[in-house]
């Protein structure tokens, strides 16, 4: 079998000890990065050539690639050494192991079939449990097997925590940032590695606005997101997807005061009180 997923397999087992520990209301989780491996023999791995004798871990001669961080996570982690996947070919592979489902319920049975956007997968689970998700490299279930050759990579990072505050959309060289307080940023990470020229109401780079815009929107819509919910987020991508003119500063959404933990006030209450009489 070619495909080996040994670093995947060790998070995914992770995760759920962390979704375990939530419910528990343990510590804080720790954070997770999930390594997916591609198309290696196990043999490739110092971690497992130390399980085999000599014969079998060197049958294709001296001349190996040492793997010292992957050795160190399985030092220090686990070592699986009884995994098997759902089939040999890539896409199915993928859409089974992400999901916990057989191929034919995905329904990803063979490479280029795109993955039922109702499957959830197990970063959809850490998502609900709070954590913030990303993904990024080959991922092989949207159904072409190579992407186009105008695709722009695009990664989408939000903050975290329970009241919306920032949602980014960077490509290669752009990263673009709506926040439900201030107006939006529009970084040139090739000329401006620091981050400190706002490039947003440049017209240079409305094209790259209009664009990066029209993805985070879409994005929301379709993962839901509430911070593309948030009235001043909304505001400035409906204008920077279709408006025309230069930008206009729109107002942040009030923000809402939470209650003080402990025995609520009943209305009116405050000031100095009478005493009780005795």
Same mark, same amino acid.
């Given at each position: 079998?070619?495909?080996?997923?040994?670093?995947?397999?060790?998070?995914?087992?992770?995760?759920?000890?962390?979704?375990?520990?939530?419910?528990?209301?343990?510590?804080?989780?720790?954070?997770?990065?999930?390594?997916?491996?591609?198309?290696?023999?196990?043999?490739?791995?110092?971690?497992?050539?130390?399980?085999?004798?000599?014969?079998?871990?060197?049958?294709?001669?001296?001349?190996?690639?040492?793997?010292?961080?992957?050795?160190?996570?399985?030092?220090?982690?686990?070592?699986?050494?009884?995994?098997?996947?759902?089939?040999?070919?890539?896409?199915?592979?993928?859409?089974?192991?992400?999901?916990?489902?057989?191929?034919?319920?995905?329904?990803?049975?063979?490479?280029?079939?795109?993955?039922?956007?109702?499957?959830?997968?197990?970063?959809?689970?850490?998502?609900?449990?709070?954590?913030?998700?990303?993904?990024?490299?080959?991922?092989?279930?949207?159904?072409?097997?190579?992407?186009?050759?105008?695709?722009? #990579?695009?990664?989408?990072?939000?903050?975290?925590? &329970?009241?919306?505050?920032? $949602? /980014? %959309?960077?490509?290669? @060289?752009? *990263?673009?940032?709506?926040?439900?307080?201030?107006?939006?940023?529009?970084?040139?990470?090739?000329?401006?590695?620091?981050?400190?020229?706002?490039?947003?109401? #440049?017209?240079?780079?409305?094209?790259?606005?209009? &664009?990066?815009?029209?993805? $985070? /929107? %879409?994005?929301?819509? @379709?993962? *839901?997101?509430?911070?593309?919910?948030?009235?001043?987020?909304?505001?400035?991508?409906?204008?920077?997807?279709?408006?025309?003119?230069?930008?206009?500063?729109?107002?942040?959404?009030?923000?809402?005061?939470?209650?003080?933990?402990?025995?609520?006030?009943?209305?009116?209450?405050?000031?100095?009180?009478?005493?009780?009489?005795?």
């Amino acid at each position: 079998m070619k495909q080996f997923r040994f670093v995947l397999t060790v998070a995914g087992l992770l995760a759920c000890s962390t979704l375990a520990g939530l419910a528990a209301g343990a510590d804080p989780p720790p954070n997770l990065l999930v390594i997916h491996t591609d198309e290696h023999n196990f043999r490739t791995l110092g971690c497992y050539r130390e399980l085999l004798s000599e014969e079998q871990a060197l049958m294709w001669g001296d001349a190996v690639v040492t793997t010292p961080h992957v050795d160190w996570l399985a030092e220090h982690g686990a070592l699986c050494t009884s995994f098997y996947a759902t089939t040999p070919v890539c896409s199915p592979s993928r859409g089974a192991f992400v999901s916990g489902w057989y191929p034919r319920n995905t329904p990803v049975v063979t490479n280029n079939i795109p993955m039922d956007d109702r499957v959830v997968t197990f970063a959809e689970v850490l998502r609900r449990a709070g954590y913030a998700t990303g993904y990024a490299g080959k991922w092989h279930l949207d159904g072409t097997g190579k992407p186009p050759t105008d695709w722009t #990579d695009v990664t989408f990072v939000r903050s975290t925590g &329970e009241v919306p505050g920032w $949602l /980014a %959309a960077v490509s290669d @060289r752009y *990263k673009l940032v709506y926040s439900t307080r201030d107006d939006p940023w529009l970084f040139d990470l090739e000329e401006d590695p620091d981050e400190l020229v706002n490039r947003f109401g #440049d017209p240079a780079c409305r094209e790259t606005v209009r &664009e990066l815009s029209r993805q $985070l /929107a %879409a994005y929301g819509q @379709r993962c *839901k997101d509430p911070r593309t919910s948030n009235a001043k987020i909304r505001a400035d991508l409906a204008w920077a997807v279709n408006g025309t003119g230069p930008y206009v500063s729109s107002p942040p959404a009030p923000q809402v005061e939470r209650p003080a933990r402990g025995r609520a006030a009943k209305p009116g209450a405050g000031g100095k009180r009478r005493p009780r009489p005795r």
